[in-house]
């Protein structure tokens, strides 16, 4: 095995395929901080050209683009405030904050770091632990599906700081939105008679909508509000790099555990890398020693986020490779590459073709390398982002974000999409209802009632839920997150009466984009 | 909305608009001119996107002009079907579709079939074979019904609602007698969740092509159970498989995937096009490609013979519909 | 007389979105033999969801004290309106330039949404910043062009 691992990384090694890498990873982290591009949007463009390419060429460039995308949402996250991915949504409640706190450098680095040091140990949890990994998952059936998801909806109890019922609130009305459309048994719903809506509505666009809008609009508010104006926050766009080692080694169990996360998550079907930057940032709070402090921008919630969501990537190999199924929609792709070639994943491809699961691996490797040189030379650039002014970015951004949902179906009614969402998405923030929630409920909602339905149809009894192992843990799980949220709400609240006459609801500009 | 919605990517160097200006003014005999666009209703790397864009890369090569493969996936593939069916009909975009189009007619999922669109040809033939675990007790089609009779109410099959496979196991269980009500069906959205659950050996049955499935039965992952088709399959792992016909149940079913032009693309156009195909079906190389890792027969049909396959195609289609609650 | 606030009219607008939804639900076809659960069940289930939540909000609001702070009247929806009317501006702009693009094509509506929007933030009353403005937007428009179209293959209305 080790021979093929050596043959395998000098093939990679070779400069074709490096710059090949490079040139994916760079495509990847432009593409994944474009808000609305994504990356898998990124990896579709890169797709055809794969063809004309040998496998080991097309995979690498493939997995440079991974790489590369799932870092680059974290530009967006922490410039704009606007998650470049749903997967860098947890990075944006601290990495943002920090950004305007004049340390956007630092974020950028730390999130970098962060990433580089995820994608490395999902690796190696790849690579070690793959084959067990992918028996183990074989357990994860519906039932666990749903209650794992479950469990990640209660977590938005946990997030919604102070604002429970409103946070609830979202949490359904993200679930409602997915409804629309055609549903698992091939029904209409909810399409009011208009065919644009039978498809239902792209995450994307949904997502961007809401969070964006009202990030923007909030910007501009600001622009007019006089107090804030003179709060003249001196930029530090350069990378504090001493500063952030530091960071990273003072969170040493944090990075670990975010890791972790973000590799089991990613192998386990059904859930997707989307939960694990929320289940992660959940749990470094609440082992923190001062919880209170997440969400105004301290290191240890961007470590969180972006060690869990680039782990995702190895993770998300396991599946794939070990059984022969994609985890997800980027995986699928992947697949797709590999197939053209003629080669099958599955677990005849470690008999069939070593050499070609230790370029994988060795890929993803040199990739992350190859990400961290990218980013160490682009962050210096993404940091001066800081420094336009509002009144030009604003429109540049909403130009792009309507761009980005145009581009993903050559549809234009998902730019009335996105609009529609917008106008909705600065409702509700108006109105004071916390946002990720919503696209929480956004994300899982389809999944979820595939999941829950599919498990009431082979095996009518809702008591099944209750008598397999799993299941029962993340059931009992969710509701030790709910007591523990009411907890954690009810001294929120208290502590809000106790500050005296300012009223309590009527925050200062602080942005609805944390918990 | 859905997950197994696959987002699409445009790649198209022409203006539909201006293209279509072109086309009306330019003359017939200099057909193709410019790019075609072919519309893949499904996701990118699925079975029908990897056959469809196997074959356009060898008939380009007849035509002269590229053939830029565009996914349009979504609501049950009429996204893409509607989109082709409205299109301009100067032989430009053309549509890479299957069975499925006459599915979602009678599932009553859109107002269209076939007759909608002006069938250029068919290109390949897929045969779907039900398959199990390596554990489970039934080792051929054969012995299905009588394993329905032992586990009455318990059997568990699982399919795509209104999809080829909802429609195969309606057929089967037709050609074998058995009542749906015996019998559990368990729906799932794409064929990938089906194979995970296939082999966490959550449900009984699926049905598995060897265009998804051919290394799992070379392993033994999936044992696959019988091919509805007159003659056995060619290739290593597929030549073992019993037909239907000779187990005694009389059935035949494939996935017959074929390309589609909007109604109104003049004659001499569809011609041009069947041509390339044709010649590109006659490759070695992309035959020996469909048949031993796609699974599927390259069976060019054009013309007048495509219409009416067509024709009996729905009308099959429509007889096994009696039977579903749509 | 009943005062409104945030938290009011956001329970009363769940409440009607809830009523409009639950009416539509009854267009979705009920279960047939293969399924054993209709498909209106998972969304009935969440419009009762809200509901509650929504009466629940509503009910607190009412009870509470602290909510008082937040009402919104006439007056300081004006006042609201004068001070933020660029946000609203931008927004129908934004819809302005979504209904362009089938019409006018990218190059054109981006360029003059760009063009309208800075102006509008900026201020236009200085010549510096029309030309700036005039050079973000011709840039900016040239640029996703430029890289869309021809770097990406990626077709632009």
Same mark, same amino acid.
């Given at each position: 095995?080790?021979?093929?691992?050596?043959?395998?990384?000098?093939?990679?090694?070779?400069?074709?395929?490096?710059?090949?890498?490079?040139?994916?990873?760079?495509?990847?982290?432009?593409?994944?901080?474009?808000?609305?591009?994504?990356?898998?949007?990124?990896? $579709?463009?890169?797709?055809?050209?794969?063809?004309?390419?040998?496998?080991?060429?097309?995979?690498?460039?493939?997995?440079?683009?991974?790489?590369?995308?799932?870092?680059?949402?974290?530009?967006?996250?922490?410039?704009?405030?606007?998650?470049?991915?749903?997967?860098?949504?947890?990075?944006?409640?601290?990495?943002?904050?920090?950004?305007?706190?004049?340390?956007?450098?630092?974020?950028?680095?730390?999130?970098?770091?962060?990433?580089?040091?995820?994608?490395?140990?999902?690796?190696?949890?790849?690579?070690?632990?793959?084959?067990?990994?992918?028996?183990?998952?074989?357990?994860?059936?519906?039932?666990?599906?749903?209650?794992?998801?479950?469990?990640?909806?209660?977590?938005?109890?946990?997030?919604?700081?102070?604002?429970?019922?409103?946070?609830?609130?979202?949490?359904?009305?993200?679930?409602?939105?997915?409804?629309?459309?055609?549903?698992?048994?091939?029904?209409?719903?909810?399409?009011?008679?208009?065919?644009?809506?039978?498809?239902?509505?792209?995450?994307?666009?949904?997502?961007?909508?809401?969070?964006?809008?009202?990030?923007?609009?909030?910007?501009?508010?600001?622009?007019?509000?006089?107090?804030?104006?003179?709060?003249?926050?001196?930029?530090?766009?350069?990378?504090?790099?001493?500063?952030?080692?530091?960071?990273?080694?003072?969170?040493?169990?944090?990075? $670990?555990?975010?890791?972790?996360?973000?590799?089991?998550?990613?192998?386990?079907?059904?859930?997707?890398?989307?939960?694990?930057?929320?289940?992660?940032?959940?749990?470094?709070?609440?082992?923190?020693?001062?919880?209170?402090?997440?969400?105004?921008?301290?290191?240890?919630?961007?470590?969180?986020?972006?060690?869990?969501?680039?782990?995702?990537?190895?993770?998300?190999?396991?599946?794939?490779?070990?059984?022969?199924?994609?985890?997800?929609?980027?995986?699928?792709?992947?697949?797709?590459?590999?197939? $053209?070639?003629?080669?099958?994943?599955?677990?005849?491809?470690?008999?069939?073709?070593?050499?070609?699961?230790?370029?994988?691996?060795?890929?993803?490797?040199?990739?992350?390398?190859?990400?961290?040189?990218?980013?160490?030379?682009?962050?210096?650039?993404?940091?001066?982002?800081?420094?336009?002014?509002?009144?030009?970015?604003?429109?540049?951004?909403?130009?792009?974000?309507?761009?980005?949902?145009?581009?993903?179906?050559?549809?234009?009614?998902?730019?009335?999409?996105?609009?529609?969402?917008?106008?909705?998405?600065?409702?509700?923030?108006?109105?004071?209802?916390?946002?990720?929630?919503?696209?929480?409920?956004?994300?899982?909602?389809?999944?979820?009632?595939?999941?829950?339905?599919?498990?009431?149809?082979?095996?009518?009894?809702?008591?099944?839920?209750?008598?397999?192992?799993?299941?029962?843990?993340?059931?009992?799980?969710?509701?030790?997150?709910?007591?523990?949220?009411?907890?954690?709400?009810?001294?929120?609240?208290?502590?809000?009466?106790?500050?005296?006459?300012?009223?309590?609801?009527?925050?200062?500009?602080?942005?609805?984009?944390?918990? | 909305?859905?997950?197994?919605?696959?987002?699409?990517?445009?790649?198209?160097?022409?203006?539909?608009?201006?293209?279509?200006?072109?086309?009306?003014?330019?003359?017939?005999?200099?057909?193709?001119?410019?790019?075609?666009?072919?519309?893949?209703?499904?996701?990118?790397?699925?079975?029908?996107?990897?056959?469809?864009?196997?074959?356009?890369?060898?008939?380009?090569?007849?035509?002269?002009?590229?053939?830029?493969?565009?996914?349009?996936?979504?609501?049950?593939?009429?996204?893409?079907?509607?989109?082709?069916?409205?299109?301009?009909?100067?032989?430009?975009?053309?549509?890479?579709?299957?069975?499925?189009?006459?599915?979602?007619?009678?599932?009553?999922?859109?107002?269209?079939?076939?007759?909608?669109?002006?069938?250029?040809?068919?290109?390949?033939?897929?045969?779907?074979?039900?398959?199990?675990?390596?554990?489970?007790?039934?080792?051929?089609?054969?012995?299905?019904?009588?394993?329905?009779?032992?586990?009455?109410?318990?059997?568990?099959?699982?399919?795509?609602?209104?999809?080829?496979?909802?429609?195969?196991?309606?057929?089967?269980?037709?050609?074998?007698?058995?009542?749906?009500?015996?019998?559990?069906?368990?729906?799932?959205?794409?064929?990938?969740?089906?194979?995970?659950?296939?082999?966490?050996?959550?449900?009984?049955?699926?049905?598995?092509?060897?265009?998804?499935?051919?290394?799992?039965?070379?392993?033994?992952?999936?044992?696959?159970?019988?091919?509805?088709?007159?003659?056995?399959?060619?290739?290593?792992?597929?030549?073992?498989?019993?037909?239907?016909?000779?187990?005694?149940?009389?059935?035949?079913?494939?996935?017959?995937?074929?390309?589609?032009?909007?109604?109104?693309?003049?004659?001499?156009?569809?011609?041009?096009?069947?041509?390339?195909?044709?010649?590109?079906?006659?490759?070695?190389?992309?035959?020996?490609?469909?048949?031993?890792?796609?699974?599927?027969?390259?069976?060019?049909?054009?013309?007048?013979?495509?219409?009416?396959?067509?024709?009996?195609?729905?009308?099959?289609?429509?007889?096994?519909?009696?039977?579903?609650?749509? | 007389?009943?005062?409104?606030?945030?938290?009011?009219?956001?329970?009363?607008?769940?409440?009607?979105?809830?009523?409009?939804?639950?009416?539509?639900?009854?267009?979705?076809?009920?279960?047939?033999?293969?399924?054993?659960?209709?498909?209106?069940?998972?969304?009935?289930?969440?419009?009762?969801?809200?509901?509650?939540?929504?009466?629940?909000?509503?009910?607190?609001?009412?009870?509470?004290?602290?909510?008082?702070?937040?009402?919104?009247?006439?007056?300081?929806?004006?006042?609201?309106?004068?001070?933020?009317?660029?946000?609203?501006?931008?927004?129908?702009?934004?819809?302005?330039?979504?209904?362009?693009?089938?019409?006018?094509?990218?190059?054109?509506?981006?360029?003059?949404?760009?063009?309208?929007?800075?102006?509008?933030?900026?201020?236009?009353?200085?010549?510096?910043?029309?030309?700036?403005?005039?050079?973000?937007?011709?840039?900016?428009?040239?640029?996703?062009?430029?890289?869309?179209?021809?770097?990406?293959?990626?077709?632009?209305?």
């Amino acid at each position: 095995m080790a021979e093929f691992f050596t043959h395998a990384l000098s093939l990679v090694s070779s400069p074709s395929v490096l710059l090949l890498i490079t040139i994916g990873v760079l495509f990847g982290i432009i593409g994944g901080s474009i808000p609305g591009f994504t990356v898998t949007m990124a990896i $579709l463009v890169v797709f055809p050209f794969t063809f004309a390419m040998d496998p080991v060429s097309g995979v690498s460039i493939m997995i440079g683009v991974f790489v590369g995308g799932y870092s680059g949402g974290l530009v967006s996250g922490v410039m704009l405030g606007i998650p470049g991915t749903p997967s860098s949504i947890t990075t944006v409640y601290d990495g943002y904050p920090m950004a305007l706190k004049g340390e956007p450098g630092r974020a950028l680095g730390i999130g970098v770091l962060a990433s580089f040091i995820g994608t490395v140990i999902s690796v190696a949890v790849l690579v070690l632990f793959g084959p067990l990994l992918a028996k183990f998952s074989m357990n994860f059936r519906p039932w666990e599906i749903s209650t794992l998801i479950l469990f990640a909806l209660t977590l938005v109890a946990g997030l919604s700081n102070g604002r429970l019922l409103k946070g609830m609130l979202a949490a359904a009305l993200g679930l409602l939105i997915t409804t629309v459309g055609y549903d698992r048994n091939s029904n209409i719903r909810f399409d009011f008679d208009l065919p644009t809506l039978s498809s239902g509505f792209e995450i994307l666009p949904v997502m961007i909508g809401i969070f964006a809008f009202s990030q923007l609009m909030e910007n501009i508010e600001k622009l007019g509000d006089k107090d804030s104006a003179h709060k003249n926050v001196s930029m530090n766009v350069t990378i504090p790099y001493a500063k952030i080692v530091k960071d990273i080694m003072g969170q040493k169990i944090n990075t $670990l555990r975010s890791s972790l996360i973000g590799s089991l998550v990613g192998a386990l079907p059904g859930t997707g890398g989307t939960v694990a930057n929320f289940i992660s940032y959940d749990q470094a709070k609440k082992f923190s020693r001062h919880p209170e402090k997440f969400g105004t921008g301290i290191p240890n919630g961007i470590i969180a986020s972006e060690a869990s969501n680039s782990a995702v990537a190895g993770g998300s190999f396991v599946p794939t490779l070990a059984l022969g199924i994609p985890g997800d929609l980027p995986m699928a792709i992947m697949m797709g590459v590999l197939i $053209l070639h003629g080669i099958t994943p599955g677990p005849l491809m470690f008999e069939q073709n070593p050499v070609l699961v230790g370029a994988i691996y060795a890929s993803l490797l040199i990739g992350a390398i190859v990400m961290v040189l990218c980013q160490l030379f682009l962050v210096r650039w993404f940091a001066r982002i800081a420094l336009i002014p509002q009144q030009v970015l604003v429109p540049v951004v909403l130009m792009l974000c309507a761009i980005g949902a145009y581009a993903l179906n050559n549809n234009l009614f998902d730019i009335w999409v996105l609009f529609g969402f917008g106008i909705i998405g600065y409702l509700l923030w108006k109105a004071d209802v916390p946002l990720t929630p919503l696209i929480l409920g956004v994300v899982l909602g389809n999944n979820l009632e595939q999941q829950l339905f599919r498990a009431l149809e082979l095996d009518g009894s809702w008591l099944t839920f209750l008598t397999r192992p799993l299941s029962a843990t993340f059931i009992v799980l969710s509701v030790l997150s709910v007591i523990l949220a009411l907890r954690q709400n009810k001294k929120i609240n208290m502590q809000r009466t106790d500050d005296g006459g300012s009223s309590p609801l009527h925050r200062d500009s602080t942005p609805d984009h944390k918990p | 909305m859905k997950h197994n919605k696959i987002i699409s990517i445009i790649f198209s160097s022409t203006i539909a608009a201006s293209a279509s200006a072109f086309s009306l003014s330019a003359a017939a005999d200099t057909y193709p001119e410019q790019d075609i666009r072919m519309v893949i209703p499904y996701g990118a790397g699925g079975p029908t996107d990897i056959i469809f864009r196997q074959i356009a890369r060898e008939a380009e090569k007849e035509l002269g002009v590229s053939i830029i493969p565009v996914n349009m996936s979504g609501a049950g593939a009429t996204l893409g079907s509607r989109n082709v069916k409205d299109a301009e009909p100067d032989g430009y975009t053309i549509l890479g579709g299957h069975d499925n189009i006459a599915l979602s007619y009678i599932a009553g999922m859109v107002d269209y079939s076939y007759d909608a669109f002006a069938p250029v040809a068919r290109v390949t033939q897929t045969f779907n074979m039900p398959t199990t675990y390596p554990a489970h007790p039934v080792m051929d089609a054969s012995e299905i019904p009588q394993y329905i009779e032992d586990h009455p109410g318990e059997v568990k099959f699982s399919m795509i609602p209104t999809s080829t496979d909802h429609f195969f196991w309606m057929q089967m269980f037709d050609a074998m007698g058995i009542d749906v009500a015996d019998v559990k069906l368990i729906s799932y959205p794409d064929t990938t969740e089906q194979m995970s659950a296939l082999m966490a050996e959550e449900i009984d049955f699926t049905i598995t092509n060897a265009a998804c499935c051919s290394s799992f039965y070379a392993d033994g992952t999936f044992r696959p159970l019988g091919v509805a088709h007159s003659e056995r399959l060619s290739g290593e792992a597929l030549q073992d498989i019993k037909t239907f016909q000779e187990m005694g149940f009389d059935m035949e079913s494939a996935t017959s995937r074929g390309i589609f032009a909007p109604t109104g693309t003049p004659q001499e156009r569809i011609d041009i096009l069947a041509d390339a195909f044709e010649t590109a079906l006659q490759n070695a190389d992309l035959k020996e490609k469909l048949i031993t890792e796609l699974g599927s027969e390259p069976s060019f049909l054009a013309g007048q013979e495509y219409q009416d396959f067509l024709q009996e195609n729905q009308h099959s289609l429509e007889k096994v519909a009696e039977n579903i609650a749509f | 007389m009943t005062l409104i606030t945030k938290d009011r009219a956001l329970a009363v607008a769940m409440l009607i979105l809830c009523g409009i939804f639950y009416a539509e639900s009854g267009n979705i076809r009920p279960p047939t033999t293969w399924q054993t659960y209709g498909s209106a069940m998972f969304p009935r289930l969440l419009l009762g969801v809200i509901a509650v939540l929504s009466i629940l909000i509503l009910i607190r609001s009412v009870l509470e004290k602290r909510d008082e702070t937040q009402k919104l009247t006439w007056l300081s929806a004006y006042q609201w309106t004068k001070n933020n009317y660029k946000v609203l501006l931008l927004f129908t702009l934004f819809g302005i330039y979504a209904a362009a693009l089938p019409f006018a094509g990218y190059l054109i509506s981006t360029i003059v949404f760009l063009a309208c929007a800075i102006g509008l933030l900026l201020g236009l009353d200085s010549r510096r910043k029309s030309l700036l403005t005039i050079t973000v937007s011709l840039t900016a428009g040239l640029a996703i062009y430029v890289v869309f179209q021809f770097g990406l293959n990626i077709w632009l209305p």
